[in-house]
């Protein structure tokens, strides 16, 4: 490693560690303002800002702390300079946010003593090199040099063979027909289906017990982002609802429902969908309303629900709706009275469908038209006394009334993989915009030779650098009830925003085109900061409430 690159990396290391002791001392302020968080709703704002600035530093810090290892541990990729050099742009960057921040509303960070480190001038310093133009245009023509292909380190030889193998099937089987799919609205292709399940995707992070790869949650995001550069709606997305009724099963279901449905999900001979929005509540699913009755047929236990699900994607296709109804009549309980349920259906390959049960309950499902996400559908269904045995009810007898709570965790594995999809839409926008510029000449010379040029494609890579990171860390370490997999779906889902909209702006006309893949990655970006959580509530009501309860 050179002297430079020693420089570099301790100057983002003092940074993050800056950047941290203000966030530290600011969320202890906060926390006590709010109440331990009780009182969000009368700070909403400075709340918001408290959740996003710490992500971003969280960000930092994972990237960091990446480049460490590789120095530490000598192996490919130590003394890396386009890595060293992401990592203090991306520091200095959340580290510039957070002064902003501070010079903004300084009382109500409350930091103290603390905001000094950020002020001092070695900081100051630090923060003008990490965010010196000329650092960021040569780290946007070193990544203009290699068109943007993403091949980090990854530290683990199981998650590097997975990439590979992903990446293979995403460009040979998935990106020749994403467009297409795009394009023409059309359903995943079943032939795609089932390549995609022989490849063992659907069961990568279940466990071998339960026919699984077990390869776990690293190897999930990973296989999720290689998939989603190639499209979002036809692959990328195909493992988020198993992924989320699998992690429901595994931490709540009884056994013989994890020995019933896990191989099945695992296989991919069971196709999921999550019904849980209704067309009047989204993010608060305390207030569902959608009912599941006790009643019998035929002699069996069982439950009839009656209701309406908004934005239930894949749920034509998915022979299995994960379902959460209120079991309890007494609507005071809240989230108390939720449960958990498995509604299984035929598959459709409409957009309209209706499905007569045998036990003589109705289910129906009308398409929303979306700009993007294409491949999957996204329906409104309607539930008319319909039909759940009782076995069906995620944890049986101690299920009842637990429903949110294993849905949630569910959720949290959903929000860890939208960080991994958000990453592959990002990487592909990224990699399109290189390998345009670098062909398309204006003025006499390639768009690539411009400095703005290269200084949006630096941007972009210290940004999908640090997102990456943070994803990473959060699935090495995945725990339903810890912070880091909303962190990395918040902050991801808006670089994919970001980084895909600037790719557009860099093909000029022909962005706009839709015979041109990167409108696609454009409309499809759009979604991410929506579901799995829609990003104020995300912040305000996931990451903002538990950073608080933590520090109070």
């Known amino acids: 490693m050179t002297a430079a690159g020693a420089e570099t990396v301790a100057a983002a290391r003092a940074l993050v560690d800056a950047s941290q002791a203000v966030i530290d001392a600011a969320?202890?302020?906060?926390?006590?303002?709010?109440?331990?968080?009780?009182?969000?709703?009368?700070?909403?704002?400075?709340?918001?800002?408290?959740?996003?600035?710490?992500?971003?530093?969280?960000?930092?810090?994972?990237?960091?702390?990446?480049?460490?290892?590789?120095i530490e541990a000598g192996g490919a990729g130590a003394g890396d300079p386009l890595t060293e050099s992401s990592a203090l742009v991306y520091a200095a960057e959340a580290a510039h946010a957070l002064r902003s921040a501070l010079a903004i509303a300084p009382d109500d960070f409350g930091a103290g003593g603390a905001a000094s480190a950020l002020e001092a001038a070695g900081a100051t310093a630090a923060i003008r090199d990490g965010l010196d133009e000329a650092r960021i245009r040569e780290l946007g023509r070193a990544v203009l040099a290699s068109l943007g292909v993403n091949n980090i380190e990854l530290e683990d030889e199981v998650a590097t063979l997975t990439r590979d193998a992903a990446r293979d099937f995403a460009r040979n089987e998935v990106a020749p027909r994403a467009q297409d799919i795009h394009r023409q609205d059309l359903l995943v292709p079943e032939d795609l289906i089932e390549k995609f399940s022989a490849q063992g995707f659907f069961g990568s992070s279940i466990p071998e017990q339960y026919g699984g790869t077990g390869m776990g949650d690293l190897s999930m995001v990973i296989i999720t982002e290689e998939l989603s550069a190639a499209s979002l709606g036809a692959a990328g997305s195909l493992t988020t609802r198993p992924e989320i009724l699998s992690k429901a099963l595994l931490s709540g279901g009884t056994d013989e429902q994890r020995a019933e449905w896990l191989p099945k999900i695992a296989a991919g001979e069971l196709l999921v969908a999550i019904a849980v929005t209704e067309p009047d509540t989204g993010s608060d699913v305390a207030s569902l309303q959608t009912r599941a009755v006790p009643a019998e047929h035929e002699g069996q236990r069982g439950w009839r629900i009656n209701g309406a699900k908004a934005w239930s994607t894949f749920s034509g296709r998915s022979e299995v709706l994960a379902l959460l109804a209120r079991t309890d009549p007494d609507v005071s309980l809240g989230n108390r009275g939720l449960s958990l349920v498995m509604v299984t259906k035929p598959a459709f390959d409409s957009h309209q469908w209706r499905y007569e049960q045998p036990e003589g309950g109705v289910i129906t499902g009308t398409a929303n038209p979306t700009?993007?996400?294409?491949?999957?559908?996204?329906?409104?269904?309607?539930?008319?006394?319909?039909?759940?045995?009782?076995?069906?009810?995620?944890?049986?007898?101690?299920?009842?009334?637990?429903?949110?709570?294993?849905?949630?965790?569910?959720?949290?594995a959903g929000r860890l993989q939208t960080g991994g999809r958000a990453?592959?839409?990002?990487?592909?926008?990224?990699?399109?915009?290189?390998?345009?510029?670098?062909?398309?000449?204006?003025?006499?010379?390639?768009?690539?030779?411009?400095?703005?040029?290269?200084?949006?494609?630096?941007?972009?890579?210290?940004?999908?650098?640090?997102?990456?990171?943070?994803?990473?860390?959060?699935?090495?370490?995945?725990?339903?009830?810890?912070?880091?997999?909303?962190?990395?779906?918040?902050?991801?889902?808006?670089?994919?925003?970001?980084?895909?909209?600037?790719?557009?702006?860099?093909?000029g006309g022909w962005g706009y085109s839709e015979e041109d893949p990167i409108s696609r990655y454009v409309a499809d970006a759009l979604v991410l900061p929506i579901f799995e959580g829609v990003k104020p509530v995300l912040e305000l009501r996931v990451i903002g409430r538990a950073l608080l309860a933590a520090a109070s």
Request: proline share 2%; hydrophobic share 40%.
């Open 423 to 507: 990453l592959g839409v990002a990487q592909a926008a990224m990699e399109k915009a290189c390998q345009y510029v670098t062909g398309r000449q204006q003025f006499g010379q390639a768009v690539s030779q411009f400095q703005l040029t290269q200084y949006r494609i630096g941007e972009m890579a210290a940004r999908i650098a640090a997102a990456r990171q943070l994803t990473y860390a959060a699935a090495r370490s995945f725990d339903s009830r810890a912070v880091e997999p909303a962190m990395s779906k918040l902050l991801a889902s808006d670089i994919a925003v970001s980084v895909s909209q600037q790719a557009q702006q860099l093909h």
């Open 371 to 412: 700009p993007g996400y294409r491949g999957m559908h996204s329906f409104t269904l309607s539930f008319e006394d319909a039909w759940v045995p009782h076995d069906n009810l995620v944890g049986g007898d101690e299920g009842v009334n637990r429903g949110f709570y294993l849905q949630m965790g569910g959720f949290a």
């Open 27 to 70: 969320t202890r302020h906060t926390a006590r303002t709010t109440d331990g968080g009780r009182e969000i709703d009368e700070h909403q704002v400075h709340v918001e800002r408290i959740a996003y600035l710490t992500t971003q530093v969280r960000a930092a810090h994972e990237l960091v702390a990446f480049v460490e290892r590789r």
